[in-house]
């Protein structure tokens, strides 16, 4: 960790250490109440019945055996939605309760509210609903020309007002959006060195480990009040509102504890079936989805078909690249269009290139609905642009590093979007000092740390160690002229005659760190030791998503402008009492920069406390030209490169990652603990995707909804790591931060292919990468 | 559901011939995932972690006894030296968890293809020992599995005990897994050598729609080390290869959400020939 | 039915069908123990029954008639927390939390399950090695944790083995 020369204060717990989590000693004991985990007197149980086709068309929903059942309270339909029918993040096309038509295994039909989760499960298998199946567009090929060509959708969804892109999109057909980057002059351009390649990257789940949950209670104001948890509470209540038929002031929602969330949480999921079964029955009403619903209750990440074009000099400088990316939306928008933003903004990665011929389109299909995972469409493209990196390098004689060093952007370089990078990009530097860490020791003979572990696969034999690299970037914030804004309410006051702060925000704390880092900043701005981090919920002004690794950034944006405007009211206090001058506010005291200590803060609240409120934004953004790709559409990048070392067994196909090294610049590391927390998760959910991760949809039917064949890493898995962390300040972000989260999720997977490329020798286009790809050749004969 | 609760093993065949559907029911790890799925709803649950018989090991004959409650931990630490094959799977059982409770009883009564624990117990062709309130039963562990999550086991029948041979020669196992801990064999094998007899045993798991032996490629071997057992020398590679084209020939594999059929086979012919040239090494190692 | 859990007995009239982990979350309002997977592929409902962790999900309360049972909330003593606590705190064994309580439940049988002579894949004969990190993770996989923060569960647990060796580790 690279320490800051700059100290800021010297109030204990402020920016730049790492304190124990607020809520730390809650989650170590079993205290810590997550959503799952609220009860209430009196209170009923939710369940949902859902499709068990990817496509059909509803004829008739019989609930009557249903309601006959003991026990069971409500069993509603789309007959019972009280307000609009759908609801969407971007476009409201998502049927609250399905109607006329299924789109998706697993769509919800109907509701029941019953006194045990048993009674209400069995309430729902006994809802009859008659199906005519109908054959689910299940290629995203189809979508874009197919002479098969099968509309999802009849009819297109109502953009909403939270739309977080202005991008156009393309109401008819499959097509979500189509956005085409032109940059140079990419269809007349040639280049000495060609290389090409098709990518595919199968579908990952965020596989969050607490399922699903809230608990909806209804108010006495005809209003009601959820415990969920979610990652914008904000946007979670717009939505509803428009389901529910209710003023936005009368549904309340309170965080509930985030067992993770990556991204699987900023879609509704139970939040208005559990509000319409309490608001029908007069109960609290709790639901919680097992683990496999939970599989059919969120979106995943997209799945990505790719093909890249790299044209280069000979010696290996980029001179065009053309590509084109198929994501596969499933069957309703979520966030497909923000996702196309990012993969076609974001598809050549942070290379310098004269001439960029993109198109991204983001589909339509009868599979499960993709939205948002950690990653967000760079995840996708890093993939394939750094495995033609690799390509290249090979074609023009070039080690990894130098191809990518070589072709770095930095800070100045013009993006294909038209849009400057006017700030630190040392994606060179993160190249160097990669390739300066030292390699760990030649291939182990203790079984666990070969290919296959403790299933005695191997004892050396067919493993070939392999080196690989990639570097990823990634924008931070809501992109394309969303209106991105967090709100924070600042208080202070003494309690027992010590200074205390309270913030008060709405943004949601998913294990990242937030609540932390929230009472640090209040700790260096205000000089004040005691600072609680209040629950938040829907009575403060919105925090926006915890999303796009934008929450230090921008609620932490919005926590400081709150802290300077109470030291504003503080300072005419001190000046009233101590005469006018500057002061500053350092743990506890009051100091002039003339006189030094001058009092306590302590003295300065005794005329009472002083609140404000504030709304924060970065700095805006534009929309991109929909036929050129056009505009400054980030707030940020962020950059991450990964070394991944990897032993594979060739002639199984097995796979072990030895070590990981990862590079990242943050800026100004807010919580170096957090920091690394972050970059250890990260690259952990990019080696799943590499290796084990995927959701297997056959003709639009999941195949593998749940732990037993859903691999994620174990602590077997997860190889140790060297992290070295740059503080290369952002002049226009709050403190210099930049965005942490998602960055490292993005190079780990295609640094780890490479590695087994590699180690193996095979030309791998697919992640995750399964043991019949590596063994392909073998299974030929 | 009704719920019995035997504190002894005769206890336990009573209610189990007067109450033939219910299920026994011991760690628990697997019966409990199908009712959490509500896969299967069972009328009755016969508990029988009351009946301590059932959690006993012992050793006779130079065979041993494993008590079919007997948990994995208790065999990979008390058996590694009589069992190694069974000791080896057992360590690749599910999680820390779930070896504290799961056991062979469990494996055998599913008797699904999966069963981590099996593929050994064929390779020693094991005994199941079954109990019921009127018959206590030898079944071969070849004659066990009659088909997909079907063994021989009477409705009124226990499983009390599985009997193995102490190992005469070296044993392995090894199982394909797309993750390095905590998962569901892909495929498996086991080898045992048995010096004693001059023969050779094997096991493959999740590659046919029961546990089952490679019994061309047990003759086969067995012929090709008639002349080599004493005063052994490294296997010529023809015999190791044709070893492994024969185990994988053995195999009915599908494809399914964990792996190919094509991959299945190709991965056994590679198990089968590292563990013949790990057992096979360690017999010249022993032999020395 | 009785239950002995952290030291207390309950009457509890239960279906037969509920599992520990049910019976401890809806019945003792013992909610520390998490639900993440519904069939022991997660680790996040680990506890400890007789000293020994299962997952009890995979346990029907019913069987558990007459055993001492220990869940997250039975660890501390007097509100001063377990050491096995303590140092994931420390270390920052954790971000969401959710598979934290199986965790700890787990790390607390393993060490025991370390100290009685319980052998690992690399033990051959007699007593395991020292308790390193490759001890530590092959001991501690059945507990998924989809943050990621194996790489300070695994010095969290060392911190409290070495201590408990009378070693410091840095």
């Keep these: 960790m690279t320490v800051s020369t700059e100290v800021r204060n010297r109030t204990a717990g402020g920016i730049g250490e790492s304190p124990v989590r607020p809520d730390g000693t809650f989650k170590v004991t079993g205290q810590f109440a997550y959503s799952s985990d ?154 000495d060195v060609v290389v090409q390649g098709d990518y595919e990257v199968g579908m990952q789940d965020q596989a969050f480990l607490g399922p699903e949950s809230g608990l909806a209670v209804p108010a006495d104001d005809g209003g009601v009040d959820l415990y969920v948890a979610t990652q914008w509470l904000h946007v979670d209540r717009r939505q509803m509102s428009g389901a529910l038929a209710l003023p936005e002031e009368k549904i309340r929602l309170t965080l509930a504890g985030v067992g993770g969330a990556f991204g699987a949480r900023e879609d509704l999921s139970m939040q208005v079936h559990a509000c319409m079964l309490a608001l029908r029955t007069g109960r609290p009403v709790k639901m919680v989805y097992s683990r496999e619903e939970s599989f059919f209750g969120h979106v995943h990440r997209h799945p990505a078909l790719m093909r890249y074009e ?130 760990p020791g030649s291939v182990d003979q203790d079984i666990r740390l070969l290919p296959g572990g403790v299933s005695n696969t191997t004892h050396g034999e067919g493993v070939r160690r392999g080196v690989g690299y990639a570097v990823g970037i990634k924008n931070v914030g809501f992109s394309e002229g969303f209106d991105d804004y967090s709100t924070a309410r600042v208080r202070i006051e003494l309690v027992g005659d010590e200074p205390s702060v309270l913030v008060h925000t709405a943004a949601v704390e998913v294990g990242q760190g937030l609540v932390t880092v929230q009472a640090q900043i209040a700790r260096s701005e205000l000089g004040v030791e005691r600072v609680t981090v209040a629950a938040a919920d829907t009575q403060v002004g919105s925090g926006g998503s915890t999303s796009a690794s934008r929450q230090t950034y921008v609620t932490g944006g919005a926590v400081r402008a709150g802290c300077a405007a109470v030291r504003s009211s503080l300072f005419e206090r001190a000046a009233a009492r101590y005469g006018p001058g500057e002061f500053r506010l350092v743990a506890g005291k009051v100091e002039s920069l003339v006189d030094g200590v001058v009092g306590d803060i302590a003295s300065l609240l005794l005329d009472g406390p002083v609140e404000h409120t504030v709304q924060w934004r970065h700095r805006p953004t534009q929309p991109l030209d929909e036929a050129t790709g056009r505009g400054n559409a980030h707030v940020q990048w962020a950059f991450c490169a990964h070394r991944a070392v990897v032993d594979v067994d060739v002639e199984l196909g097995l796979i072990r990652v030895v070590e990981l090294a990862c590079v ?41 909804p749940s732990f037993t064949d859903y691999l994620m890493p174990t602590i077997m898995d997860m190889p140790p790591m060297r992290v070295e962390v740059l503080e290369l300040a952002d002049p226009h972000s709050p403190y210099g931060l930049r965005g942490v989260g998602e960055p490292p999720t993005i190079s780990s997977t295609p640094a780890i292919v490479a590695a087994v490329r590699a180690a193996s020798g095979v030309d791998l286009k697919r992640v995750p990468i399964r043991p019949e790809h590596l063994v392909a050749a073998a299974l030929c004969h | 559901m009704e719920f019995f609760r035997p504190t002894s093993l005769a206890e336990a065949c009573q209610l189990k011939s007067e109450h033939p559907d219910a299920v026994p029911l011991c ?98 062709d094991a005994v199941v020992e079954t109990v019921s309130a009127t018959n206590r039963r030898r079944i071969p562990i070849h004659e066990f599995f009659l088909g997909p999550k079907r063994n021989a086991l009477q409705p009124d029948e226990l499983i009390a005990a599985v009997h193995a041979p102490v190992a005469g020669g070296p044993q392995q196992f090894a199982k394909v897994g797309t993750r390095n801990a905590m998962v569901i064999a892909v495929c498996s094998f086991s080898l045992a050598l048995h010096p004693d007899t001059g023969r050779v045993g094997t096991g493959i798991g999740s590659a046919a729609p029961t546990p089952l032996a490679a019994t061309q490629a047990e003759d086969f071997l067995s012929a090709e080390l008639a002349d080599r057992w004493t005063g052994p020398a490294e296997l010529p590679d023809d015999v190791v290869r044709r070893f492994g084209e024969l185990v994988a020939g053995a195999a009915s594999p599908i494809d399914d959400v964990r792996g190919t059929a094509d991959y299945r086979r190709h991965a056994l012919a590679i198990l089968a020939r590292r563990t013949l040239t790990w057992t096979w090494a360690e017999h010249i190692r022993r032999a020395q | 039915m009785q239950l002995h859990v952290n030291g207390r007995l309950h009457e509890l009239a239960l279906d037969n069908r509920t599992t520990l982990l049910d019976a401890l979350r809806e019945h003792l309002g013992l909610t520390g123990s998490k639900k993440g997977c519904d069939h022991g592929q ?77 052998p690992s894949a690399v033990t051959t004969g007699g007593q395991p090695a020292a308790l390193d990190a490759g001890e530590v993770r092959e001991r501690m996989s059945g507990n998924l944790c989809r943050c990621g923060a194996y790489m300070n569960i695994v010095p969290a647990i060392l911190d409290v083995a070495d201590a408990a060796a009378g070693r410091s580790s840095a």
Aim: proline share 7%; aromatic share 6%.
């Design chain 1, 310 to 439: 790299h044209g280069a000099d000979r010696d290996g400088r980029l001179v065009y690249v053309r590509a084109h990316i198929l994501l596969d939306g499933g069957a309703y928008t979520s966030s497909t269009p923000a996702v196309v933003g990012n993969a076609s903004t974001l598809g050549v990665g942070p290379y310098d290139v004269p001439n960029v011929g993109m198109d991204c389109w983001g589909v339509y299909t009868n599979n499960p609905p993709c939205g948002a995972m950690r990653g967000f469409g760079a995840v996708q493209a890093a993939f394939g642009y750094e495995s033609q990196m690799d390509k290249l390098a090979a074609a023009v004689g070039l080690s990894p590093v130098e191809i990518r060093t070589l072709n770095a952007v930095s800070e100045g370089s013009i993006l294909p979007t038209g849009q400057r990078i006017d700030s630190p990009a040392p994606v060179a530097e993160l190249m160097h000092r990669l390739d300066a860490m030292p390699l």
């Design chain 3, 42 to 118: 997660c680790g996040a409902c680990t506890v400890l029954v007789d000293g020994r962790r299962i997952n009890s999900c995979l346990a029907l309360a019913v069987t558990l008639d007459g055993v001492e049972i220990r869940t997250i909330e039975g660890l501390s003593d007097d509100g001063a927390l377990h050491p096995v606590q303590q140092a994931f705190l420390d270390r920052d064994g954790f971000q969401c939390g959710y598979c934290t309580p199986g965790q700890i439940c787990s790390a607390v049988g393993m060490l025991d399950e370390f100290d009685q002579g319980w």
């Design chain 2, 27 to 124: 760690g628990g790890t697997d019966v409990m995932v199908d009712i959490n799925f509500d896969r299967r709803r069972p009328d009755a649950l016969l508990d029988l972690t009351g009946v301590r018989e059932l959690y006993e090991w012992s050793r006779y004959d130079s065979h041993v006894r494993v008590g079919a409650a007997v948990p994995y931990t208790t065999i990979i630490k008390e058996l590694s030296a009589d069992a190694p094959g069974l000791a080896i799977a057992s360590r690749t059982v599910g999680s820390p968890q779930i070896r504290n409770r799961g056991s062979v009883g469990g494996n055998l009564g599913s008797a699904s293809p999966a069963g981590d624990a099996l593929p050994p117990l064929l390779a020693v």
């Design chain 1, 664 to 704: 990242q610049d943050v800026g100004k590391a807010m919580n170096p603990d957090a920091v690394l927390g972050q970059i250890h998760g990260g690259s952990a959910q990019g080696l799943g995707l590499a290796v084990m991760e995927e959701v297997q949809v056959v003709d639009g039917k999941l195949r593998n």
């Design chain 1, 38 to 191: 609220l009860w209430m007197d009196g209170m009923l149980w939710g369940a949902t019945l859902r499709s068990p086709h990817p496509r059909a068309r509803i004829t008739s929903i019989d609930v009557g055996p249903a309601l006959k059942l003991a026990g069971v309270s409500a069993v509603l339909t789309h007959d019972d939605v009280p307000g609009e029918k759908v609801y969407g993040l971007e476009i409201a096309d998502q049927p609250v309760l399905a109607f006329d038509e299924v789109r998706y295994q697993g769509e919800p039909v109907v509701i029941v509210a019953a006194d045990h989760p048993e009674t209400a499960r069995r309430a729902a298998a006994l809802v009859v609903v008659d199906y005519e199946v109908v054959e689910p567009v299940t290629d995203p090929r189809e979508a874009v020309g197919h002479p098969d060509w099968k509309p999802v959708h009849d009819e297109p969804g109502e953009r909403t007002a939270m739309s977080r892109d202005r991008a156009p999109v393309h109401p008819h057909g499959n097509i979500v959006r189509h956005q085409r980057i032109r940059f140079g002059d990419p269809d007349a351009v040639t280049a």
